[in-house]
């Protein structure tokens, strides 16, 4: 079994719609969580960090943590053409970081 | 937020030739760093791990006398390769652990683009 799982997509959503990513992970003692956007060609950006359960907002980004379940996701509100990229989900569990493949988005104006 | 700078930004060599990558954390102090690669349209793929002052710790399949890894510093950390090959050319990707409110999270470099003829 992987650390991270990922759907790996692709995800197509309209224009102004929701998108959802998921991931679930393995290892029950992971500390922290983060969401990743990678453009094609370009290196990964940081864009969402969450270290306890629940919601946590930023602009149109939303991350949702649940440890008892052992998933993680992330919500994209109003989506936009330039929200189309691969999505990476990481964990450090306190020693090691994890990926997982990534989801391909694509926002269809 | 934290930033990780790379040199080159792109590459082209001979076959054959020597290539150094450069890695440096430009705000803050990175006590480990981190190589992938990634081919076109497929996952990155974990190279290599370095702490500064200490061996890089290489994941299974990497050649470590091919991918040189050096961490001389809390900011800087390179990546070379050795008598590249066609079949190297990648997009060679850094990125940083740092200390205190950066000692959970990996930020990443822009990348190399390597291409060996």
């Known amino acids: 079994q992987k650390e991270v799982e990922q759907n790996s997509g692709p995800l197509s959503v309209p224009e102004g719609a929701i998108a959802s990513l998921n991931c679930t992970y393995s290892?029950?003692?992971?500390?922290?969580f983060f969401w990743y956007r990678q453009y094609s060609g370009k290196s990964p950006e940081l864009i969402m960090s969450i270290y306890s359960n629940g919601d946590k907002e930023d602009g149109r980004f939303t991350a949702q943590l649940n440890k008892a379940s052992q998933y993680v996701s992330l919500l994209i509100r109003d989506s936009q053409p330039s929200d189309s990229a691969t999505y990476l989900c990481a964990l450090f569990t306190g020693n090691q970081f994890y990926f997982g493949t990534g989801t391909s988005l694509t926002v269809i104006p | 937020g934290a930033v990780v700078s790379q040199h080159p930004s792109r590459v082209i060599c001979k076959s054959g030739t020597s290539v150094k990558i450069e890695c440096r954390s430009l705000d803050f102090q990175a006590t480990t760093m981190f190589w992938y690669r990634q081919f076109p349209k497929k996952s990155l793929m974990l190279m290599a791990t370095?702490?500064?002052?200490?061996?890089?710790?290489?994941e299974q399949g990497v050649e470590k006398d091919k991918f040189l890894i050096n961490h001389a510093s809390l900011t800087l950390s390179t990546l070379t390769v050795t008598s590249a090959h066609p079949e190297d050319s990648s997009f060679y990707i850094c990125?940083?652990?740092?200390?205190?409110?950066?000692?959970?999270?990996?930020?990443f470099g822009p990348g190399t683009r390597l291409l060996v003829l």
């Open positions: 370095s702490n500064e002052g200490s061996k890089a710790t290489y």
């Open positions: 990125s940083a652990q740092g200390q205190g409110a950066h000692q959970e999270t990996q930020y």
């Open positions: 290892d029950r003692g992971s500390q922290s």
